[in-house]
């Protein structure tokens, strides 16, 4: 029987890992009726295509619901030769930010937000940390107003969330990814007026042979920074101390030896990313075991399911901090692998540094996480820990 794939059923939200399954071993190539789209399940499979631009084309945008204005002007949805430049000249730009640069101000972030979580018997490591260090750092790297952090971190886990109801998007989440893009617009025109020494100031100037991005660029390029360190880095945090409370001798492992955090970050990104899914759609038929996928076809890549595949990774539902999972593809792969890999690993790292030495044992106080309904990202709303034996 077909098994059945709902990305608004709620269920994939709070745990995809045994439908996927179902998916890898029977329905490699899934045509899912509830969602209009095909689903791709297995690494190979799914790495085939993220690499094949040619045939999996990002131009209609990367996000499964996407959101009116994003398409055409921002690394995850174009395609070559577009998208080289852009992402040319926006690593250039990331380039001028010292990696290392960023350590002391995690730490710093990470010692505040922890100072104020642990005044109360229950803190919520998703308000109370995570997003306090990503938000707080973001905002300090892009030069934004900190006063303005708590509403726009709000407004991207709204446009990054799906009505079940309306099996899409409502007009709420749209307006939310609206007024962000307007308040970077501002931001970005006063840059223009007063250049200042930050990453908004230098996409606006980056310049390679003469060219430049335009000021829509600029501003979709911010937007996409701006969503990604606030949802794909403050989620991937968040479940990474998920697995650290789910797997206690893993966590004690790393509480003893500093040296297995960057392992253990490796195997959570393997494990279960936040980034679970992303959007391509056909540009030509294509044939793929015995389904054939037609041009104009939305086709989602399960890169959360890729990464659970037993033709890849051996015993792939074991959490085990010493894999050394070998190209995983937690952060996408081909020309679209994310831009900010590296600072996502250091800020996880270093920020999770600060909270285990202060927190080494802490217990969810909840049974049931409930879980942000997304097509594409897979985060709880909240962590509510208490100190403590797990
Ligand atoms: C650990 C946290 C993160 C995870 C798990 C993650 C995951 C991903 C994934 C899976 C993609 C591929 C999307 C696709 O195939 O269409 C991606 C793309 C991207 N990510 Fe990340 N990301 C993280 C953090 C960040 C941060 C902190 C930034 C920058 C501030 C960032 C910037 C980007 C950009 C710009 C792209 C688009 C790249 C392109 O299309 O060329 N990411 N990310």
């Not at 055409?72 to 577009?82: E, M, W, Y």
């Not at 350590?103 to 100072?115: D, F, G, H, V, Y």
């Not at 195997?267 to 279960?272: A, G, K, M, T, V």
């Not at 996502?344 to 790292?349: D, I, S, Y």
Request: aromatic residues 8%; glycine residues 6%; charged residues 25%.
């Amino acid at each position: 029987m077909k098994p059945v794939f709902d990305l608004y059923s709620g269920q994939i939200d709070a745990d995809p890992f045994p439908s996927y399954a179902a998916l890898r071993e029977e329905h490699p190539c899934y045509w899912s009726d509830d969602n209009g789209l095909w689903i791709l399940s297995r690494f190979e499979d799914v790495f085939a295509a993220a690499q094949d631009w040619r045939t999996f084309s990002s131009t209609s945008g990367n996000l499964i619901d996407e959101l009116p204005g994003r398409t055409g002007a921002t690394l995850g949805t174009t395609d070559p030769p577009r998208h080289d430049r852009l992402r040319a000249l926006a690593a250039a730009a990331f380039a001028r930010k010292n990696m290392a640069a960023l350590i002391e101000p995690t730490r710093e972030l990470a010692r505040s937000a922890l100072a104020v979580a642990l005044e109360k018997p229950v803190f919520d490591y998703i308000t109370d940390f995570s997003s306090k260090v990503t938000v707080g750092l973001l905002f300090q790297l892009l030069g934004l107003p900190e006063s303005d952090a708590a509403e726009i971190r709000r407004k991207v886990v709204l446009s990054i969330s799906t009505d079940k109801e309306k099996r899409g998007r409502n007009d709420e989440q749209i307006a939310a990814f609206a007024d962000i893009s307007r308040f970077i617009t501002e931001e970005v025109e006063s840059r223009r007026a007063a250049p200042r020494d930050d990453l908004i100031t230098a996409l606006a100037t980056a310049e390679i042979d003469g060219d430049r991005l335009s000021d829509r660029e600029v501003v979709l390029t911010t937007a996409t920074f701006v969503m990604a360190g606030v949802e794909s880095l403050s989620s991937f945090m968040s479940m990474f101390a998920l697995n650290l409370h789910d797997y206690p001798d893993a966590r004690r492992r790393v509480v003893a030896n500093a040296e297995l955090m960057p392992l253990a970050i490796e195997e959570s990104l393997r494990f279960n990313t936040s980034a679970q899914r992303f959007k391509r759609v056909a540009t030509r038929d294509v044939e793929l075991h015995g389904k054939t996928i037609k041009a104009g076809d939305r086709v989602a890549l399960a890169y959360g399911s890729a990464n659970r595949d037993w033709r890849k990774f051996r015993n792939p539902d074991v959490y085990d901090i010493e894999r050394r999972p070998q190209g995983h593809m937690g952060f996408g792969a081909g020309p679209h692998f994310c831009l900010g890999s590296n600072m996502g690993r250091l800020v996880t790292q270093e920020a999770m540094r600060v909270f285990l030495d202060a927190v080494p044992e802490y217990h969810l106080t909840i049974e049931k996480l409930a879980w942000t309904p997304s097509s594409n990202f897979r985060s709880p709303v909240a962590m509510p820990f208490e100190i403590g034996h797990a």
